[in-house]
């Protein structure tokens, strides 16, 4: 039977109903809670590491950007444990589906725009149209401007799919070619399996990677409209 390339993709289903809010709300369980006077090591680095993040990307806004930090670290964990968890076999990952991807970015991208031109709307409106420019090229450039910010939610979530899709489909292809070579010479399927153990270490840093660059450009677009 030959197995569909695309058939990880697939959004699961059990009995005919979709099982997508349950995988989504799986990766929460994995965050243990604060439950005693003293934590242990693992919930320690947990805060320690949430600590950094939230310090390092809360740097650069002023009080009413700061408002958004829990936020946006829920979205970095979310989104990092959702594709971490995803590297498991049989598993499936949400952010490799544009929908979704969509639905987180079009939202936070709409509230930072709107809390733009609500508390700063002379510095928003004069985003569409930059100081010297030539009367011929105002009515130009304010379109294209436009379309710049109009694109901007597209362009976070193509980027995290591509990303996660990319990844998924190259280790499934270099873990079929182990398979088929290992009946023609071992030397070289060992060679091919050494590579796809590296790759899959290279995607889980990618999987983390994604996660912050997610969350730290809906960071940037808080900070020129907070």
């Given at each position: 039977?030959?197995?569909?390339l ?6 699961p289903?059990?009995?005919?109903l979709p ?10 369980i ?67 589906q ?13 509230g ?36 710049s ?34 009946d023609i ?16 270490m290279?995607e889980?840093?990618v999987a ?10 809906v ?8």
């Amino acid at each position: 039977m030959n197995e569909n390339l695309f058939a990880s993709f697939i959004t699961p289903t059990m009995m005919g109903l979709p099982v997508v809010v349950l995988i989504v709300m799986f990766p929460s369980i994995l965050f243990p809670s604060k439950m005693r006077l003293i934590n242990n090591r693992l919930i320690a680095v947990q805060r320690w590491l949430i600590h950094l993040t939230t310090k390092q990307m809360m740097a650069i806004h002023s009080k009413k950007g700061q408002t958004w930090a829990l936020m946006l670290m829920s979205l970095i964990m979310f989104i990092g444990s959702t594709n971490l968890v995803g590297l498991l076999p049989y598993s499936f990952t949400p952010t490799t589906q544009l929908s979704m991807n969509l639905g987180m970015a079009i939202p936070l991208w709409a509230g930072t725009v709107v809390l733009g031109f609500r508390h700063k709307t002379k510095a928003s409106l004069a985003h569409f149209l930059p100081q010297g420019t030539p009367l011929p090229l105002i009515p130009m450039l304010v379109i294209i401007e436009t379309i710049s910010l109009l694109i901007q939610p597209m362009a976070l979530a193509v980027r995290l799919t591509a990303n996660i899709t990319a990844g998924h489909l190259l280790i499934h292809l270099i873990g079929s070619a182990t398979l088929a070579l290992m009946d023609i010479n071992m030397t070289v399927a060992f060679i091919t399996f050494i590579i796809l153990v590296l790759l899959t270490m290279l995607e889980f840093a990618v999987a983390l990677i994604q996660a912050y660059v997610f969350t730290l450009l809906v960071s940037l677009y808080l900070h020129d409209n907070a």
